[in-house]
């Protein structure tokens, strides 16, 4: 199936089991499984190359190229489970597209069951195209696109597709992201960025076209994107990415410990800790902003500004390590919102 530029394969192997017809019959208590390939699209996908395997709970029968398989295959009556995959996916990368499918199925003795294995696209893809807007704006590039640690660089007029994990990925140019957008598995999403500075402002706007599934949307995203605390924990540390966090304030960090907001004799004005939920308080899912001038600490520590505890604040800086940890320094843009 080709849409929007994109070939999707869809494959279907089928699994039978079976007794009647052979020339020879199983004992009661077993099953014949007969693997065929009842149909494949497409030349992309070599089917052949895949890797089959089939097991119980407690035995492996087949692990192999898909070619290599037995034609038939004797087995205890049981619950079984089948997956056939194209190739190991671990780290995002370009042109790695990855098909397959598994799932679990029973053998009944003495019946024929057939199981079907739809091959589909197991992670998730993404393209990027840029106007001649965007580059009169960042006439350099390249974008970076950052998720789980990986960054991968798309120059422009590359028209090359990366695949990720399902989850957000971050688009950075020129050190700022620029776009958080979310992947699907199964969805190769193309992006349009376009952009328009306006006096010292860059306005952008992200064409979303998603083929497979052939849902096409548009986002507005103002410089820079507000990010929530769990995705600006995901952004890599030593890329030194530039960033909005929107957060509720509910403590502060002393000796590498969360203080809580109302603490006895609370004396932290070096830094705020932001969460998405005014309940979180571990640092592992909030962020450490530091205040390293006195301009910050006046404006936003919880020392000069106690009524600022629970209430939610934008701030812009630098993602880096802090207290062993994701944080943001070099806080450069903050607003305060009271609701």
């Not at 030349?43 to 034609?71: H, M």
């Not at 950052?146 to 090359?160: F, P």
């Not at 909030?286 to 604040?313: D, H, I, Y």
Request: glycine share 8%; net charge negative.
């Amino acid at each position: 199936m080709k849409t929007n530029g994109f070939v999707m394969v869809m494959s279907s192997i089928a699994l039978t089991a079976c007794t009647a017809g052979c020339n020879w019959i199983p004992e009661e208590e077993n099953a014949k499984i007969i693997f065929k390939v009842v149909g494949t699209k497409g030349a992309e996908v070599k089917i052949d190359d895949f890797t089959l395997k089939v097991s119980s709970d407690d035995k492996t029968y087949y692990d192999g190229r898909f070619a290599d398989r037995p034609q038939e295959m004797i087995v205890p009556a049981g619950d079984y489970s089948a997956k056939l995959i194209s190739g190991e996916f671990d780290t995002p990368r370009f042109d790695a597209p990855q098909f397959g499918d598994s799932l679990r199925f029973t053998l009944e003795a003495g019946q024929t069951s057939t199981v079907t294995l739809n091959c589909t696209l197991l992670n998730a893809g993404l393209k990027i195209s840029v106007t001649n807007n965007f580059k009169a704006v960042y006439p350099v590039g390249p974008l970076i696109v950052h998720q789980e640690g990986t960054s991968i660089e798309y120059t422009y007029g590359c028209d090359k597709t990366a695949y990720f994990h399902q989850g957000d990925a971050f688009i950075s140019c020129g050190g700022e992201i620029i776009a958080a957008v979310p992947l699907r598995n199964g969805v190769v999403t193309a992006l349009e960025l376009d952009a328009e500075k306006k006096g010292s402002t860059v306005a952008f706007l992200v064409n979303v076209g998603q083929a497979v599934i052939e849902e096409k949307t548009s986002i507005a995203v103002d410089s820079l994107p507000l990010l929530s605390v769990a995705q600006a924990k995901r952004l890599p540390t030593a890329d030194s990415l530039k960033a909005c966090v929107m957060g509720y304030i509910i403590g502060g960090v002393k000796n590498s410990k969360v203080v809580r907001a109302g603490s006895a004799d609370y004396s932290i004005s070096s830094n705020i800790l932001l969460a998405d939920n005014p309940s979180d308080s571990t640092l592992a899912v909030c962020l450490p902003v530091e205040l390293k001038t006195q301009a910050l600490q006046n404006a936003l520590s919880l020392t000069s500004n106690p009524s600022l505890a629970g209430c939610r604040v934008h701030v812009q800086g630098t993602v880096l390590t802090y207290f062993s940890t994701a944080g943001l320094k070099a806080v450069c843009d903050y607003t305060v919102n009271s609701q």
